[in-house]
């Protein structure tokens, strides 16, 4: 089974633009959590998506955003770069039992690092 | 607010010598902890998953082990080797969470001497 994938690996902008990032989650998979990882605040949560509805938002202000589509792929959208928007961007995917809403093992993407500059 | 500790920071260790990472939470009421690994400039491999009803989980030369009451659990590696060092982190959701939130650890970075 893939696992999961993340485009593009690398991206470089300048402050004042905008991004989108992409995930596709393991097949089968319905739960999407995008996270953010940077040497001085570590791996912070930004959102999660469940059947195409956020169900988890993070502390960040309103420039993230993301959404995620029929076919549990998600994309995540930073609006009006700033430098420290620089950072490695991780997607996870997890199976959720449908009778329970148990989660399962959440399996992270080879992230896309953003450099602003 | 969840807090997670990882102790120590940092920790080099000989080839061959068994080891010991621990994580501490402050809040007890998690719905699991799952410990990860994270090699230089990737994204995250999990390693083991307890789930809060559980004690402890093995894999291979990991074993994992979760004290729910004091906010503990630690992942021991048996006879390291160079191939095992990494960022070891640890991550717990919570029973408050409605969804897979996962609130992380700063990690310990292992570095396994030939």
């Known amino acids: 089974k893939a696992g999961v994938t993340q485009t593009p690996r690398y991206l470089i902008k300048t402050r004042g633009q905008q991004v989108t990032l992409s995930c596709s989650p393991i097949s089968g998979h319905r739960s999407v959590s995008w996270y953010q990882q940077t040497p001085g605040q570590g791996l912070q949560f930004l959102f999660e998506?469940?059947?195409?509805?956020?169900?988890n938002k993070g502390n960040f202000p309103g420039r993230f955003s993301g959404r995620q589509f029929s076919n549990s792929r998600s994309e995540m959208n930073v609006s009006t770069l700033e430098l420290g928007d620089s950072a490695l961007y991780l997607c996870?995917?997890?199976?959720?039992?449908?009778?329970?809403?148990?989660?399962?093992?959440?399996?992270f993407g080879p992230g896309t690092r953003l450099l602003v500059l | 607010k969840q807090e997670v500790t990882q102790i120590p920071a940092a920790l080099s260790v000989p080839e061959g010598e068994n080891l010991v990472l621990n994580c501490s939470f402050t809040?007890?009421?998690?719905?699991?902890l799952q410990w990860f690994r994270q090699d230089p400039g990737k994204g995250l491999t999990s390693l083991l998953l307890?789930?809060?009803?559980?004690r402890e989980q093995t894999s291979g030369r990991l074993n994992a082990s979760l004290d729910k009451s004091s906010g503990r659990s630690t992942l021991y590696i048996a006879a390291s080797q160079p191939g095992d060092s990494a960022t070891y982190l640890c991550a717990v959701v919570g029973l408050g969470t409605s969804g897979s939130r996962l609130t992380f650890g700063e990690g310990t970075q292992l570095t396994v001497n030939p």
């Open positions: 809040d007890s009421a998690i719905y699991n």
């Open positions: 998506y469940f059947s195409e509805t956020q169900r």
């Open positions: 996870a995917s997890s199976l959720v039992k449908r009778t329970s809403g148990d989660q399962e093992t959440q399996y």
């Open positions: 307890i789930q809060s009803s559980q």
